[in-house]
């Protein structure tokens, strides 16, 4: 009875693990940077795999806690855990099941993890290649450059902000090599919300700034004799409890 059980459970999973790696199979050059602003894993693999496949997330559901863990405990569900085994295996079911190895692989990149730990993370369905991460990486930053473009067209904030990079502890030890860090400075633009052509005119701008006075200490930046008064019954009332501040005013 348990062999006949295990076989059409099994079946049923086969069969349902074709839809799951539909739903989450996505291209890396379709990934793109309002992609991944918006994604979500835990919403995204409740409303589309979860329904897909009820009898694959009960089984883990049920593995991955008691019984009496999943009645009393209301904090920790392991619907993560759950969502994330599921990618594995959908991964391994079909290479381009990338909806969660994607943007996970960006995560571990950004946050500096090593080229080692990553192709480790890949050979268990978790990541996607190295070389593959490079691809990806280096047609977001087309689009970003696509975008930048457009949004240079119209009204834009343009601001400048700096970038350490660290080279990995394996370069080769040479005159030449680059260095273990290194600085540079980049640019930033910002598209303008609600804003228009004659607001950010450059001339006005310049002729405020050349009729400007210079700044003074006594009169523009040292606080007044009101402003120096501190409050001592508010500070007391926002510090202590009303009733201790109540007594000590009275």
Not at 59 to 81: C, F, P, V, Y
Not at 89 to 105: G, I, R, V
Not at 129 to 157: D, T, Y
Not at 240 to 245: G, L, R
Request: hydrophobic share 40%; proline share 5%.
């Amino acid at each position: 009875m348990q062999s006949h059980a295990i076989t059409s459970v099994t079946k049923t999973i086969y069969d349902k693990m074709d839809h799951v790696k539909a739903a989450l199979q996505i291209t890396l050059d379709s990934i793109m940077p309002d992609f991944l602003m918006s994604w979500d894993m835990n919403s995204f693999m409740s409303a589309n795999v979860d329904p897909e496949s009820p009898i694959l997330c009960q089984i883990l559901g049920a593995a991955m806690q008691t019984e009496r863990g999943a009645k009393e405990n209301k904090i920790k569900d392991g619907s993560t855990a759950c969502h994330a085994v599921v990618t594995q295996l959908a991964k391994q079911h079909s290479n381009q099941s990338n909806y969660f190895t994607a943007p996970f692989t960006l995560s571990l990149w950004t946050s500096g993890a090593s080229r080692q730990t990553i192709e480790a993370l890949h050979r268990c369905s978790l990541c996607i290649s190295f070389p593959l991460l490079l691809n990806l990486i280096n047609n977001l930053a087309k689009h970003c450059l696509e975008r930048v473009s457009q949004i240079a067209q119209g009204p834009h904030l343009m601001c400048y902000d700096n970038i350490n990079i660290s080279t990995s502890i394996f370069v080769e030890q040479r005159s030449s090599a680059p260095a273990k860090v290194q600085s540079g400075t980049f640019t930033i633009l910002y598209k303008v919300h609600s804003g228009s052509l004659e607001q950010m005119r450059l001339a006005p701008m310049l002729q405020r700034a050349q009729n400007m006075t210079d700044l003074h200490f006594n009169s523009d930046i040292r606080p007044t004799s009101d402003q120096q008064l501190l409050p001592v019954p508010a500070v007391m009332i926002l510090s202590f409890p009303f009733s201790i501040a109540s007594e000590a005013c009275s």
